[in-house]
């Protein structure tokens, strides 16, 4: 008998300092799951590492990716294969309250807010399901 694998894959995004990690470490843990975090692709400059995590969110075996890289990965994803589901579900990470953010992490945010508005019509109509989650200011 063949045993039937089940794989969840599942993106997590949201601006910086939302608690993207600390939500993917608990849901990785519940899942038993490895979490892929994007935000170590960075140094090699945004458009290589959008390609890089699109490439790994498109294996099978990755079950949880997070990062503020995600929605530019997914936007690769669909312009290369506009006609598959990149990934099962995106969970958008949010932080109530005011927080300190740099020029450079504040325009990192609107660029994923930007680019996840453009792509998230696109996605829906392939079935990808959307869950924003609150992630609390003391953790």
Known sequence: DAVAVVTRRIAITGSPKAGKTRYSE???AKLGVEVVHTDDYIPMGWSE???HAADVMGKPSTVVTEGVAVPRALRKMLEARPDV?????VHI????GAHTLTAEQAAM???LRT???EIRPKLEALGVEFKTVIEPEDG
Do not use: F, I, Q
């Open 109 to 111: 945010g609107k660029g």
């Open 115 to 117: 680019v996840l508005a």
């Open 26 to 28: 608990r849901l990785g």
């Open 49 to 51: 590492a959008s390609l």
């Open 85 to 89: 589901k990149p990934v099962d579900e």
């Open 93 to 96: 990470v949010e932080r109530p």
